[in-house]
Nanobody, 129 residues
Framework: QVQLVESGGGLVQAGGSLRLSCAAS????????AGWFRQAPGKEREFVAA????????RYADSVKGRFTISRDNAKNTVFLQMSSLSPEDTAVYYC??????????????????????WGQGTQVTVSS
């Protein structure tokens, strides 16, 4: 198992950028697929982006495609979410998630929250208009 801690959230004006980080503890992070989800007040948690354990594959929600970029540095046990062209609709608590995989799934990405078993505590992103 890994423990996940998000950071980098904050208040930003519309059109601005933020970079979220998710630091993972544990020696097996390189064998974990990872993802970012978000939850706005009164709404269900939704998928944002996912990355395979190898970093070779990524997947994005249509609402963030072209604006957000997910990446990872397995040497530093960290997953990133670079967010640009932010709008007030991106305001939410952003959560990092991970799931351990076996080697044959090293290029697989996961977009459903129930496919993940490790979650961070979340970081608030607020975009003002």
């Amino acid at each position: 198992q890994v423990q996940l801690v998000e950071s980098g959230g904050g208040l930003v004006q519309a059109g601005g950028s933020l970079r979220l980080s998710c630091a993972a503890s544990g020696r097996t992070f390189g064998m974990c697929a990872a993802g970012w989800f978000r939850q706005a007040p009164g709404k269900e948690r939704e998928f944002v982006a996912a990355i395979s354990s190898s970093g070779g594959r990524t997947r994005y929600a249509d609402s963030v495609k072209g604006r957000f970029t997910i990446s990872r540095d397995n040497a530093k046990n960290t997953v990133f979410l670079q967010m640009s062209s932010l709008s007030p609709e991106d305001t939410a608590v952003y959560y990092c998630a991970a799931r351990q995989i076996t080697i044959q799934w090293y290029l697989t990405t996961y977009a459903l929250s129930q496919e993940y078993d490790q979650w961070g505590q979340g970081t608030q992103v607020t975009v003002s208009s």
